[in-house]
């Protein structure tokens, strides 16, 4: 039987082929060629409903500078670190994730130099900070995430799916928003029929109220407690009212903002504030009617761990 043998000439020319990277007059890209076109290709993207409109964004930014609490209340739950925010911002709950951020000013004036030297990747703003808008837009990327100021609820849901999907935690988005959602619904069953309520927010030793035109509204308008004064005018920081005001209304229930508390401003608490006589008058002081809210509600009211609380205090003082 004839033995077939390879030719050292014919076996010379196929590794020179293959050394030179020649198939049928075809030449092989080269190696770092290849490599750059893989370090160019787009990053992925998400679109994020802002105030400002739809934007588009890189998915998962590494390096987020947050200047808005009730996201970085959402931003913490969610496990998301951040690398910068305002350091003199008095929420407790927040300052495990507020000693290992750098600080960058304030919630109204950002320290521009400091977050230059960042190099953030995203930066989160809302209405506080929303006026430096342009100028943190030269920085980075830039989020508006000022909330429409009525459907605290709903519109807090909605910001904790974004940040789901932007940050590609949407397992944990979900369940926490479930779990937010049902407490909600048992809220609203726990005060039904239960009478009316009146929102007082005590700053320095003065009152004034929000009805349900208000940033606190969600009381009235999602929650369902009836307002005992449907008159009262929407302003930021609500209509100023006296102690003889409160004893006319005569709430079945008082809900209570310790603004003085929430800025770590010296002066009296609000409990203290409203043990007077004529507080002490009405139903609601009578019945121990009185609900305090988070001093979260102030400054990072939609964030899902703020939500819980007050949800929860709601509940219980409405179940007892």
Partial sequence: MATFRWKPVALSALVLSVLMGCHDGKTETPASDASQAVTQAPAATTTIHTARGEMTVPLNPAKVAVFDMTSLDDLQALGVPVIGAPKKVLVPYLQQTLETANNIGTLFEP???????????????????????????????TLDMTDSGQDLIKDGLNLLDSYGKLFQQEPKARALHEQIQKLFTETQDAVKGKGNGLILLVNGGKLSAFGPASRFGWIHNEVGIPAADTQIQAAPHGQSVSFEYV???????LFIIDRTSA??????????VLNNDLVRQTKAWKAGHVVYLSAASYLAAGGVQQMKTDLTNIKAAFTN
């Fill in 111 to 141: 320290d521009l130099e400091a977050l230059n030297a960042l190099k953030p990747q995203l930066i989160i703003v809302s209405n506080r900070t929303a006026p430096k808008y342009d100028e943190l837009s030269s920085i980075a990327p």
């Fill in 247 to 253: 004893q006319k209304v005569n709430p079945d229930w």
């Fill in 263 to 272: 800025i770590g401003a010296e002066g009296k608490s609000a409990q203290a």
